[in-house]
């Protein structure tokens, strides 16, 4: 297949015309050339991009792919994230009671579902990898090589959760979420315990300190960024303007128990921290997120030899990171992953041969209406079941 006539993302700041040719799912040619070499529109294996902006597909670094239905629970600003979850956790009430009688196979379909939406192709489940739903026709990919602890409160044996992760693969943990002095104090408890070193990534690390960060920066962790979660939980986030200009920060979506929505709007949230650039945005989940999270298929750059995972926008002569930071659900038009179509706008489906459709099903969400490569109509049917309510995904209203 061969992608002609678009303007194609070479780094947060430049899009240059080029066509991409995909073979057996990875991007086998990146050729720029002038918009008048473009062959016809239709041609045998290629398809027209002429007017749209190509991108990377993103990468979100943290989010709790079954709990996306949900809404947002709490009534904070708490001190720690231990705090929070003592007080919502009522398993017996409403709402998390109908939300839990929701088979947890279809939850976490949802959430692949909303990453989908909103651009993403890779995603990080910070919750044990489900090998039955991932690695079938899930509708995102998932990260398989990593090790994983909740946090230091709610885990029973992090040392040997750390122990146990593959060697080269990251570590991931909730730690310091939180704004009090245990909070502040976890990373050295978690250096105590031999868990914290290059593989380490850490979720949130709002409650750290200056000494803090040294003692990170000295073993090499890195960080994951989840704004509008932080804010609702703890009443504050990290300072990433600072942390952006020194090393690579990734950014997470969370799952709607805490967080606002989706990982576009962690991306507007984010913008909206004073001193966070567009540019800075951008390679927070491409290539930072890639880096951070040990991917090896060259996920979140648009290279030979990489995955052939895609995104698309309408043009606006923008640079790449800037109508990132700008763009809505409405805004995603085409999402390819491993070279196969996983989403499309209609406006986007007049471009392409009909026989490439087969097995998506429409969806709209929030007012924006796409076809995805997922069972709409089951999972519609298999969530409404237990929901009084019209069933909300990341917070806004779903149909077909």
């Known amino acids: 297949m061969r992608l002609s006539g678009g303007r194609v993302a070479v780094d947060s700041r430049t899009a240059v015309p080029a066509s991409i040719d995909i073979e057996n799912g990875r991007i086998h040619k990146v050729t720029r050339e002038d918009s008048s070499q473009f062959p016809a529109r239709f041609s045998s294996g290629q398809v027209d991009l002429e007017n749209y902006l190509i991108l990377p597909g993103l990468i979100n670094a943290h989010d709790h792919l079954e709990f996306n239905l949900f809404p947002r629970l709490g009534n904070g600003p708490y001190p720690n994230y231990e705090e929070w979850a003592n007080d919502i956790y009522r398993p017996e009430l409403s709402p998390i009671r109908e939300h839990l009688s929701i088979p947890k196979h279809t939850r976490l379909w949802w959430g692949g579902i ?58 991931i943990i909730h730690l310091a979420e939180g704004t009090d002095a245990r909070s502040q104090n976890e990373i050295i408890a978690l250096n105590q315990l031999g868990a914290l070193d290059s593989r380490t990534v850490i979720v949130h690390g709002v409650g750290l300190t200056a000494d803090g960060h040294v003692l990170r920066r000295r073993k090499g962790a890195t960080l994951v960024w989840c704004p509008t979660s932080n804010r609702f939980t703890i009443g504050a986030t990290l300072d990433a303007r600072t942390i952006c200009l020194e090393e690579r920060i990734a950014l997470g979506s969370d799952s709607t128990l805490t967080a606002h929505g989706d990982l576009l709007d962690e991306i507007h949230a984010a913008h909206d921290e004073e001193g966070v650039t567009a540019d800075a945005i951008y390679e927070m989940v491409t290539e930072s997120a890639a880096a951070i999270l040990r991917l090896s298929d060259g996920e979140g750059k648009i290279q030979v030899g990489s995955i052939a995972n895609l995104i698309a926008f309408r043009e606006s002569n923008a640079t790449p990171a800037e109508t990132l930071v700008r763009a809505g659900l409405n805004q995603i038009e085409l999402v390819m992953i491993a070279g196969k179509l996983q989403l499309i706008s209609a406006e986007m489906a007049r471009r392409w041969p009909p026989d490439l459709f087969e097995g998506l099903e429409w969806i709209s969400v929030g007012g924006t209406r796409r076809m995805v490569r997922a069972p709409i109509g089951r999972l519609l049917d298999e969530a409404s079941r237990y929901l009084s309510a019209p069933v909300r995904l990341a917070g806004k209203e779903v149909s077909i």
């Open 114 to 171: 909303k990453n989908l939406l909103c651009g993403v192709t890779t995603v990080c489940h910070h919750n044990p990898y489900e090998e039955v739903v991932f690695d079938g026709a899930f509708p995102v990919r998932v990260l398989k090589r990593y090790g994983w602890a909740h946090s230091i409160a709610f885990e029973k044996d992090l040392t040997l959760a750390f122990r146990s992760t593959a060697s080269g693969a990251p570590f």
